[in-house]
């Protein structure tokens, strides 16, 4: 499932802000680029005055120069996770 969060806050000077991210094994860049430009489309469509700031969490798999140049031209904060065998992620694990 994924998920769009809004920050909380009065709406009259709420600053918008999205996070895109997967829970289990839903991965956020399946809907492919298309959707989330569509949703970048929406944004500004819809923005009426306010800031919207645009994150997303990926293992970065998916993830290729479309993808990048979408991120940096729609102003996305997007975060890498990495993993690896359970025995080494587990170690550094807090």
Do not use: C
């Amino acid at each position: 499932m994924m998920s769009l969060s809004p920050t909380s806050g009065s709406t009259s000077n709420i600053r918008a802000f999205q996070t895109f991210h997967s829970h289990g094994k839903v991965v956020p860049t399946l809907p492919g680029v298309d959707y989330f430009r569509r949703v970048a489309e929406l944004q500004k469509k819809h923005v009426n005055g306010k800031r919207i700031h645009n994150a997303f969490q990926t293992n970065g798999v998916l993830t290729d120069n479309e993808w990048v140049s979408f991120f940096a031209k729609s102003r996305f904060l997007v975060g890498l996770s990495i993993g690896g065998p359970q025995s080494l992620h587990d170690t550094y694990r807090v």
